[in-house]
């Protein structure tokens, strides 16, 4: 009787003994991986640009001859549009430094904002524009739309913003 108490004991011990030091482990984990992800703040969104095409240097000996991207106005106001209705505008923009300005990347902060922009070198002094369509399909009330350009200019990207209000039909 005694080393049935004895066996089951054992057992009993050493199948909570696997799962505590199972739990320390996972509890300590978890407070390392915290702290080891802890103190971010901010945007976190990762920008990334073609480095290769990027003519800034570390030393920063070509930061004259860098090229500079300026829009006429980098904010643009649809007013009242009805739902379902497709708006586009155009964001001018000039090259006014002394290289060629490329755009690598141009992104939106939603799939109903499509923007459509020069893919070629604009070589300085010359004026293009970045244009963007909203489709305003499902939906409704103020709607804000950012949309972000990446290129090969210090710093290396830029926000335009469209604005809307959707009326219904």
């Known amino acids: ?32 991986f915290a702290f080891a992800c802890g103190n971010q703040s901010g945007n976190n969104e990762l920008l990334s640009g073609d ?18 991207l300026e829009f006429e ?6 007013g009242r549009v009805i739902q379902g209705e497709k708006v586009s505008y155009g964001f001018k923009f000039k090259n006014s430094g002394k290289s060629d300005l490329i755009i690598s990347k141009v992104s939106t902060s939603c799939g109903c904002t499509v923007p459509e922009f020069p893919k070629t070198p604009i ?40 604005k809307a209000e959707i009326m219904l039909p």
């Open 123 to 162: 070589k300085p002094g010359e004026t293009k524009k970045i244009d963007v369509k909203f489709d305003s399909e499902n939906r409704r009330g103020f709607q804000n739309k950012t949309i972000t350009i990446i290129s090969n200019t210090q710093p290396n990207s830029q926000v335009l913003r469209i």
């Open 73 to 78: 106005k980098d904010f643009h106001d649809f």
């Open 1 to 32: 009787m005694f080393k049935l108490y004895q066996s089951l004991l054992t057992r009993f011990v050493m199948k909570n003994f696997s799962f505590l030091v199972l739990q320390r482990s996972f509890v300590l984990f978890s407070l390392l």
């Open 51 to 68: 480095v290769v095409k990027n003519p800034n240097t570390a030393g920063g000996k070509e930061a004259g001859n860098m090229p500079v």
